[in-house]
């Protein structure tokens, strides 16, 4: 199965991150091909992306460390995140796994905007913005 993974360095604690990450409410606020999320029951959401829709579980989860979420009725099998904190900067992989691939330049675009969104959003806060103010595009 195709993988790829991408990195970022983040000015802050993999507890901030890691919030952020499990946060699904918060999602649709930072992430900039995340367009809608539906609970649907617990840790079990509809995602609305400019990659497709398809549902998400949480599946796996080591607090501050690790996330992993295994996808339904989407090409994206899988996608997580790796956390490494060497303060004040923290490491952050997204990976994702997928089956067709014919996607992985898309995916490949779609973890990069994910995580400098993940990125400005974090340092929008950590430079005391207010959330509700805040613009992902």
Known sequence: MPKI??????KTNNEKIY???????????????VNDITPLEEN?????????????????????IYVKWRME????HS?????????PISKVELW????????KKKYKEAADLTLKGLKKYIEFIEAGGNIQEYDKL
């Open 5 to 10: 993974a991408e990195n970022i360095e983040i």
């Open 19 to 33: 919030n952020i990450l499990t946060d699904g409410k918060q999602t649709v606020e930072w992430n900039p091909i």
């Open 44 to 64: 079990k959401y509809l995602l609305k992306s400019t990659i497709g829709d398809m549902t998400v579980n949480k599946i796996e989860k080591v607090k501050d």
């Open 73 to 76: 009725q989407s090409d994206l």
């Open 79 to 87: 996608m997580g995140y790796i956390l490494e904190e060497k303060l």
């Open 96 to 103: 994702i796994e997928f089956e067709d691939k014919k996607f």
